[in-house]
């Protein structure tokens, strides 16, 4: 077994993507930037990576080069942050659109304003719909793990799709732990070389990217969500596969202490593992709670959903972001959707939390809990309620 | 699981060190976390970096407000930091001083176990510069023995290459030389 290295974990994330032998890199290099760019552009500069790093002037150069890279049929990587993804969000959908299976990693963060660099989901739930694979990662070994799965997955011909991997910003990106990297005999069994469906070639010239008339656009749009929706199980199957591998398996919805619980907290990303940490305590002192974490937000996992939430009374959902003036937070709207063809769903409470790098330790878990019996019994679980403002 | 927080001036390698002494433990087979209090990186004002070590994969993903010790790497912020806060009654309070462990506790009024060493003398003699990130490792590990003497050097090596043995002579002399009040 690999051993554990105590590394950054967006040095770790840039290993997986060096392990992947990515032939291209477009990314804008400073503010908002993690470093994994930038410790992959030291791969190539020191010629541990033979790839080609384009430093761009803008995200939304990052996007257009990643575009024509992939399209070219290279394995292409990038990521960025908050800001960046809103400035690169144009061509970000043009991506999917044109069936390129880029992989991002999103290093999640807010957006100004006010001016803010913290973490928190707003970047992301802004490119919900965007059509890309979307999944969350909480700890650094799953940032890791998911980005190389990610190619695979992206690359596979019954999917041929972006791959977008959450990982909070600062929350994981900036915080050493111990990370085990497979080594490079291992990765090229699971990942083989990048075989493009369609390529942009001079001798065997293809249309990409073509204009639709409205006789078309409708049936260009059903063909592209049916794409999404079917990458499901393939996503399930690489994940398996990857598990088998490394002992490492992923699901698009995990829980945890779910087995016996009345209500189950709902979460995204790096709040599943304090969640669960909370969930330990609030156990031991009696409570019927447990956790269920949406690894894979896109495609959204209505099946497996659906079975966690089987004998489930109450969901406590904690958002990340806010849809101003919505009927919810993002997520938790999503939940109350997937629930409304259910018999006897649970009931929903939704607290946004953990806006722009605001602190959420275990003891907010247990007092958001103490809330939600509060609203459920009174009645009141309309809408959302921002936690922890100081009024 | 103990949890651990630095206090510095920016530009001192308070993060530095929590990150070094994570990289150790992890090394010895334990899991840890080393993360700073993220913000605005400006040189000289007071921050703040956390650092978890357990025998157990760690699951959480919050700051510390109950430390098991805080250290103290400048002097001139143990007044201003509000460094003694949510210290447990039996954790360990470590400070780079040229005063004796009993004056940092009548300045702070705290009873918990102090650690004291003069490490911005040390780093000035053996480093030439008022750096003390690894010599207040070696007070750290003197005072708290979370983890063996040696576990530090390989870090140290890697991380400060061709000044890595002078480094490594300062984190040795503040082991020798702190003093520890009960």
């Not at chain 1, 399209?71 to 990587?77: D, Q, V």
């Not at chain 1, 908050?82 to 992989?103: D, H, K, N, R, Y």
């Not at chain 1, 990458?231 to 202490?257: A, N």
Request: proline residues 6%.
């Amino acid at each position: 077994m690999p051993k554990r290295v105590g590394m950054e974990v967006s040095i770790g994330a840039s290993e997986a993507v060096r392990l992947a032998n990515v032939d291209a890199i477009a990314a804008y290099p400073i503010t908002p930037q993690t470093h994994i760019v930038e410790h992959l552009s030291e791969f190539v500069a020191n010629g541990e990576l033979d790839a080609e790093f384009i430093p761009v002037e803008s995200e939304h150069s990052a996007m257009s080069v990643c575009c024509g890279t992939s399209a070219a049929g290279a394995r292409t990587f990038t990521c960025t942050s908050s800001q960046g993804l809103a400035l690169m969000t144009e061509i970000v959908f043009i991506a999917s659109a044109m069936q390129l299976p880029i992989v991002m990693i999103l290093a999640n963060r807010s957006l100004s304003g006010p001016l803010s660099i913290w973490n928190d989901h707003t970047d992301v739930m802004l490119v919900r719909d965007c059509g890309w694979i979307q999944a969350f990662g909480e700890n650094g070994q799953e940032i890791f793990d998911l980005t190389l799965a990610a190619f695979k997955i992206a690359e596979d011909h019954r999917v041929v799709l972006p791959f977008m991997v959450n990982m909070d910003g600062f929350i994981l990106s900036h915080v050493i732990e111990p990370i085990e990297i497979l080594d490079q005999e291992t990765v090229d069994k699971f990942l083989p070389p990048f075989k493009p469906v369609y390529r942009l070639d001079p001798d065997n010239p293809v249309t990409m990217g073509a204009f639709a008339m409205p006789d078309l656009y409708t049936e260009t749009k059903k063909y592209q969500d049916e794409r999404l929706k079917a990458s499901l199980p393939v996503i399930e199957e690489i994940w398996k596969e990857y598990g088998d591998l490394t002992g490492r398996y992923y699901h698009p919805v995990e829980t945890y202490k779910a087995e016996g619980a009345k209500t189950l907290f709902i979460t995204m990303g790096s709040f599943g593992e304090t969640a669960s940490t909370a969930v330990d305590t609030m156990r031991e002192e009696g409570e019927a709670v447990g956790l269920c974490k949406i690894r894979l937000w896109r495609p959204f996992p209505y099946e497996a959903f659906w079975n966690a939430m089987k004998g489930v009374e109450n969901l406590i959902v904690i958002d990340r972001a806010t849809s101003y003036g919505g009927p919810g937070g993002p997520v938790a709207s999503e939940i109350r959707s997937a629930l409304y063809t259910m018999e006897n769903p649970p009931k929903v409470v939704d607290f946004i939390a953990g806006l722009a790098g605001r602190d959420v330790a275990p003891g907010d878990y247990k007092a958001m809990y103490k809330r939600a019996q509060e609203r459920i019994a009174s009645g009141d679980i309309a809408g959302y309620e921002i936690y922890g403002v100081r009024e | 699981m103990i949890e651990i927080r630095f206090h510095g001036r920016g530009g001192q390698g308070a993060v530095t060190s929590a990150e070094l002494l994570a990289a150790a433990a992890i090394e010895q087979g334990k899991y840890a976390q080393a993360f700073p209090s993220f913000g605005p990186e400006r040189r000289g004002a007071p921050v703040v970096a956390f650092c978890r070590i357990s025998d157990e994969p760690i699951r959480l993903r919050a700051n510390i407000y109950e430390p098991d010790v805080v250290i103290v790497l400048d002097p001139s912020v143990l007044t201003i930091a509000h460094v003694e806060q949510g210290l447990k009654p039996d954790g360990t309070l470590i400070c780079n001083t040229k005063y004796d462990g009993k004056h940092i506790r009548d300045i702070l009024k705290v009873k918990q176990k102090t650690a004291t060493v003069d490490a911005t003398h040390i780093a000035m003699e053996i480093l030439k510069l008022p750096i003390t990130n690894t010599t207040m490792l070696g007070a750290l590990i003197r005072a708290t023995g979370l983890l063996d003497k040696d576990a530090l050097k390989e870090p140290l090596k890697r991380r400060f290459g061709k000044i890595a043995e002078k480094n490594i002579r300062a984190y040795e002399t503040a082991y020798e030389k702190t003093t520890i009040l009960e």
